[in-house]
C-alpha cells in the first residue's frame, strides 16, 4: 500500500504544475528583446542586458500574465488612458510587441537606449517621433537593473501607443506606462 503514496503524490505534483503553465501564452513564452545601445560603457551595457534578460522573465511569467488582467482602476479592471482597449487586449499588444515606428508583430521590444547627462529629477524621456528611449545617467548609473527594467518598460509603453498626463496627478500611477513600470520594477528582482 505504502508504495503507491509516492507515485500518486508526483502525479498530483506534475499536474499542478502543468496547469499553471498552460495559462502562459506560447507568445509570452518566446518575448524577445531587440535594445541597440548607444554610446555605453561595458559595464553601463552589461546592467541593461541583465535588464533584458528581467524584461523577457517577468513577460513569460504567470505572475506577470495575472497582474495586468487583473489591474484594476476606480473600482473596474481597466487601465487609465488605456486607448479603448481591455486589460487583456493590452496584455496581448504587450505580446506582440508592434510599436507604432516599428508596426511589425515581432514579439519583441525594439528600442534604442541612449544615456545623457543631466543635473534634474528627470530619469529619462521619449518622444514619439524616436525609437530610442534617453535615460539620464545621474540615475542609470546607480539603478539596479531592476530599476533600469522598470524604466525600460514604462518607456516601451510609449512606443507601444500609450501615454500619460506630463504633470502629475493622483490617477497617474494607474495609466499604462506607469502601471506596467510598476508591474516591472515589482517583478523583476526576482528573476
Ligand atoms: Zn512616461
Given amino acids: 500500500m505504502t508504495k503507491s503514496v509516492l507515485p500518486l503524490a508526483l502525479a498530483v505534483g506534475l499536474f499542478s504544475v502543468e496547469a499553471s503553465l498552460a495559462a502562459v501564452p506560447t507568445l509570452a513564452k518566446t518575448f524577445d528583446t531587440n535594445v541597440t545601445t548607444v554610446g555605453m ?30 489591474h484594476t482602476y476606480a473600482g473596474k479592471k481597466q487601465f487609465l488612458s488605456n486607448n479603448g482597449l481591455t486589460n487583456a487586449q493590452i496584455y496581448q499588444k504587450i505580446l506582440e510587441g508592434a510599436e507604432k515606428l516599428t508596426p511589425t508583430k515581432n514579439n519583441a521590444m525594439d528600442i534604442t537606449v541612449k544615456l545623457y547627462y543631466q543635473n534634474s529629477s528627470t530619469v529619462g524621456y521619449t518622444t514619439t517621433s524616436s525609437k530610442v528611449i534617453n535615460m539620464n545617467t545621474k540615475f542609470f ?7 533600469v527594467a522598470h524604466n525600460m518598460m514604462h518607456e516601451w509603453m510609449h512606443k ?10 493622483s490617477s497617474r500611477i494607474y495609466s499604462v506606462p ?10 523583476a528582482p526576482k528573476y
Fill in 41 to 70: 560603457t561595458s559595464s553601463q551595457e552589461s546592467k541593461i542586458q541583465s535588464a533584458e534578460r528581467k524584461i523577457r522573465a517577468v513577460i513569460g511569467s504567470e505572475e506577470f500574465r495575472t497582474r495586468v488582467l487583473n
Fill in 160 to 169: 507601444l501607443g500609450y501615454s500619460h498626463t506630463s504633470y502629475y496627478t
Fill in 178 to 187: 506607469y502601471a506596467l513600470g510598476k508591474i516591472m520594477n515589482e517583478l
Fill in 141 to 147: 548609473n546607480k539603478y539596479t537593473s531592476s530599476e
